[in-house]
């Protein structure tokens, strides 16, 4: 069983687009992440939710929304995409500030 | 903005060699952890020291941790071909504070 699964697993798109990346864990954890890793490997954190509440919102531009439905999903929506935005995005999610379990990824490519 | 920094960035041996990688980080720390991520797979995680912990083990994995140098490493004891991936070190602050994650070292075991 896939404990974090995102959807999709590639995705391409031309500049200006709006798109979403989804996002679900089933370890019921209070707590979910979404990361940022570009093409030299550099992994940042973007947002985080617990129990659906934001706690953490780093410098992201707010063409980026992330959505929780509930617990177990977290979404990112991204409008108006632009080239800078290709990158592979990660979800994650932890119980308290224990190990972080990680999606496949999601790779993006803005052209 | 950054915390850890791996060392070195890049790391070829051969198999059944050890392997010893290095994060240095800047402020003080509530957790220190290493995670490994094989190529175009999300991160795994390898193992949690706390900051009141000097050494911990887990299976061919010893971790460190010195705190008045702001410095941890990763020893892979025996290393196969199965390893070969990059490590990462992420440390957090305290409370709800993010993840934050170094560059990186990319290993390479050569059988």
Not at chain 1, 12 to 23: A, E, F
Not at chain 1, 29 to 54: A, G, P, R
Not at chain 1, 83 to 94: K, Q, T
Not at chain 2, 32 to 41: A, D, F, I, T, V
């Amino acid at each position: 069983d896939t404990a974090v699964s995102q959807t999709p697993k590639y995705l391409v798109t031309q500049m200006g687009n709006d798109k979403s990346i989804k996002c679900e864990q089933n370890l019921g954890h209070d707590t979910m992440y979404w990361y940022k890793q570009d093409s030299k490997k550099f992994l940042k954190i973007m947002f985080s939710y617990n129990n659906k509440e934001l706690i953490i919102n780093e410098t992201v531009p707010n063409r980026f929304s992330p959505k929780s439905p509930d617990k177990a999903h977290l979404n990112l929506h991204i409008n108006s995409l632009e080239l800078g935005d290709s990158a592979v995005y990660f979800c994650a999610s932890s119980q308290d500030q224990n190990e972080q379990f990680f999606g496949p990824g999601t790779r993006l490519t803005v052209l | 903005s950054q915390q850890g920094e791996e060392d070195p960035q890049a790391l070829s041996i051969q198999e059944g060699e050890n392997a010893t990688m290095n994060c240095s980080y800047k402020t003080s720390i509530n957790n220190l952890q290493w995670y490994r991520q094989n190529s175009g797979r999300g991160l795994v995680h390898l193992i949690l020291i706390r900051s009141n912990e000097r050494e911990k083990h887990s299976g061919r994995l010893r971790v460190t941790l010195d705190t008045s140098k702001k410095s941890s490493s990763l020893l892979i004891t025996a290393s196969r071909a199965a390893d070969t991936a990059s490590y990462f070190c992420a440390t957090d602050s305290s409370g709800n504070t993010p993840l934050v994650f170094g560059k990186g070292t990319r290993l390479s075991v050569i059988a």
